[in-house]
Nanobody
Framework: QVQLVESGGGLVQAGGSLRLDCAASGRTFSTYGMGWFRQAPGKERECVAAINWTGGATYYADYVKGRFTISRDNAKNTVYLQMNSLKPEDTAVYYC?????????????????WGQGKQVTVAA
C-alpha cells in the first residue's frame, strides 16, 4: 500500500506560479503511476496530470497543457506538480494519487491511493 502526503499550494495572484509536492511511502512507489487531480466546489474530481513509473510518459488535461508540468524523483519517493500562469479557474483542492499505471490513474481504475488534498487559490 502507498501513503501520500501533499505539501505546497496556497494563495497566488493570477499569472503566478505554485508547486505541489507529494511524498509517498511504500516500497512500490517507484513502480507505480502517479497523478494529480483537482476538485472545485460543486464540481467532480478531475485528473489534471499523470506520469508513468519511469517518468517517460505523461498525460495532461487540455486546459493545463503548456502551463503545468508533472515530474517525479523516484530516489526521493516524490512527485511534483509545477503550476505556472495560474488562472482563477485553477482554484480547487488538489489531490495526489497513485495507481498501478498511468492509464489506471487517468481512467480512475481502482485501486487508487489518495493524499489528503491541498488548497490552491488563485486570486483575480
Amino acid at each position: 500500500q502507498v501513503q501520500l502526503v501533499e505539501s505546497g499550494g496556497g494563495l497566488v495572484q493570477a499569472g503566478g506560479s505554485l508547486r505541489l509536492d507529494c511524498a509517498a511511502s511504500g516500497r512500490t512507489f517507484s513502480t507505480y503511476g502517479m497523478g494529480w487531480f483537482r476538485q472545485a466546489p460543486g464540481k467532480e474530481r478531475e485528473c489534471v496530470a499523470a506520469i508513468n513509473w519511469t517518468g517517460g510518459a505523461t498525460y495532461y488535461a487540455d486546459y493545463v497543457k503548456g502551463r503545468f508540468t508533472i515530474s517525479r524523483d523516484n530516489a526521493k519517493n516524490t512527485v511534483y506538480l509545477q503550476m505556472n500562469s495560474l488562472k482563477p479557474e485553477d482554484t480547487a483542492v488538489y489531490y495526489c494519487a497513485s495507481a498501478r499505471s498511468l492509464s489506471s490513474i487517468v481512467a480512475v481504475v481502482p485501486p487508487l491511493y489518495w493524499g489528503q488534498g491541498k488548497q490552491v487559490t488563485v486570486a483575480a
